[in-house]
């Protein structure tokens, strides 16, 4: 009988071993049952926000977005800009000029018709088009890249037949102007140091100063 009780004894024990091993709470690092494989990624996300190069980047993004109509739309098998588009464009220019520190990207796309090869390559010329046209607006093309093109991979409307939803493109804030003299070690610091200041002034005439304001104009 303790022969037998000895031999469960010992088969429980390495059952128990068996489980902590394939666990890896008993081999495996203090914590590590807890890590689900990103636990460096908030600290990283931290990092980009506290240098402003991910807050600042989206933030005028969405702004561009909301402020100034950010597609163009092309005739069938065409890269060139009608009179709708160029107007769009002079208004995505006139923004463009506001920061001289960012740096924008154009995406070009196109229909579902036609082969992939074919339409990557329009959708390319339709991206370059627009450079061109915010080139002739003053838009130094140091700051202007229309080197990625989706072409029929991502259309707004999914039918195989021709849509002139599909047929665009859509430019986007991508970044800062590294050798800008007022963007630190590629950093935005003067820029939003630029906007503190402007937004404290604002509260300042709002705030302390906001009844004689009001008593001075109307």
């Known amino acids: 009988m303790r022969a ?3 031999l469960a ?16 709470s ?10 689900t494989a990103d636990f460096g990624n908030s600290t990283m996300n ?9 807050d600042y980047a989206v933030s005028l993004n969405q702004r561009f977005t909301a402020q100034v109509p950010t597609t163009v739309n092309f005739a069938f098998n065409s890269s ?5 588009a160029q107007r769009t464009l002079a208004q995505q220019a006139d923004w463009i000029r506001q920061f001289p520190e960012v740096r924008f990207r154009v995406y070009g796309h196109t229909d579902l018709v036609g082969s ?3 339409n990557h390559a329009l959708g390319l010329r339709r991206a ?20 990625v093109s989706y072409g029929e991979t991502r259309p707004l409307i999914f039918t195989e037949n021709e849509d002139v939803r599909n047929r665009r493109t859509v430019t986007e ?3 800062f102007v590294r050798n800008h003299p007022t963007v630190m070690n590629g950093k935005y610091a003067e820029i939003v140091f630029r906007d503190y200041v402007a937004s404290a002034q604002w509260q300042h005439l709002s705030g302390a100063t906001g009844g004689a304001a009001a008593a001075a104009g109307g």
């Open 128 to 147: 370059q088009a627009v450079v061109s046209f915010l080139a002739t607006q003053g838009i130094s093309r140091a700051r202007l890249e229309a080197m």
């Open 26 to 35: 008993f081999f495996g690092e203090a914590g590590s049952e807890l890590d």
């Open 80 to 84: 060139v800009l009608d009179g709708a």
């Open 4 to 6: 037998h009780t000895k």
């Open 116 to 118: 992939n090869a074919y």
């Open 46 to 54: 931290n990092t980009l926000i506290q240098s402003g190069e991910r």
């Open 173 to 175: 804030v991508s970044g």
């Open 9 to 24: 004894v010992m088969l429980l024990c390495a059952a128990a071993l068996t489980g902590c091993q394939r666990n890896g």
